[in-house]
């Protein structure tokens, strides 16, 4: 019964070729997030969307798209992935509330650039 | 601008000792606190929150955190650590932030438990 999906888990991709990540959630929560996660690093919030308002952090990457056609799905989409951008990337979602919010996340799809 | 500071990037316990670790964050104003555990091979996990109230907060597995506003600090403790708990925690903080609310993830602890 999981949650929040990612598919694939592992990604593998050459350089400059578009590649696109995909995340689901059984939760109905209004809210998605996608983070990119480098070794030993914290996790860095790339955008979410709160329904369908999108939100895009002010260092992320213009390479870096993404897509929430309704509320379950959430895609990115790397235009022209850069070796820099091999990482774990999460989906995590969360339903807001007036005391704070609470985020699931997914297993991560790992994303090798050759 | 909000920021999370773990202090402690490695640490190594042998089974049955307690476990202390180090979190202090920064942020001017209301904030809501977590801690995320990541078993190997994993994803993240809530371990515990603390959104008001009680500034002791009890999590699963035997984890319990303080929040010390003073300090700006929100320790994650455990009396006794088990094998099981080899994993890396993150402590994240979520405040307001251009009208959303924001989670920071601070840099994460990989705990070792030898048995």
């Known amino acids: 019964d999981a949650m929040v999906i990612q598919n694939p888990r592992y990604q593998v991709t050459q350089f400059g070729k578009p590649v696109t990540l995909s995340c689901s959630q059984t939760?109905?929560?209004?809210?998605m997030y996608w983070y990119q996660q480098k070794s030993s690093q914290a996790p860095k919030l790339l955008f979410h969307y709160y329904d369908k308002d999108f939100n895009n952090e002010a260092d992320t990457p213009d390479n870096f798209q993404s897509r929430r056609p309704n509320t379950s799905f959430c895609f990115l989409d790397i235009r022209s992935p850069g070796l820099g951008d091999a990482a774990m990337y999460l989906c995590?979602?969360?339903?807001?509330?007036?005391?704070?919010?609470?985020?699931?996340f997914g297993p991560g799809t790992r994303l090798l650039v050759l | 601008a909000q920021s999370v500071s773990q202090h402690n990037h490695h640490v190594i316990l042998s089974e049955a000792a307690s476990l202390e670790l180090g979190c202090n964050y920064s942020y001017g104003g209301t904030v809501n606190l977590f801690w995320y555990v990541q078993y190997p091979g994993q994803h993240l996990q809530l371990l515990l929150k603390y959104f008001s109230g009680d500034p002791l907060v009890k999590g699963i597995k035997g984890f319990e955190a303080e929040f010390i506003k003073s300090k700006f600090s929100f320790n994650l403790r455990k009396p006794s650590v088990q094998w099981s708990d080899t994993a890396e925690y993150f402590c994240?903080?979520?405040?307001?932030?251009?009208?959303?609310?924001?989670?920071?993830f601070g840099i994460g602890t990989k705990l070792q438990v030898i048995p």
């Open positions: 995590a979602t969360s339903r807001v509330t007036s005391v704070g919010e609470t985020q699931y």
């Open positions: 994240a903080i979520e405040g307001r932030s251009g009208g959303y609310q924001k989670v920071t």
């Open positions: 939760l109905n929560h209004n809210v």
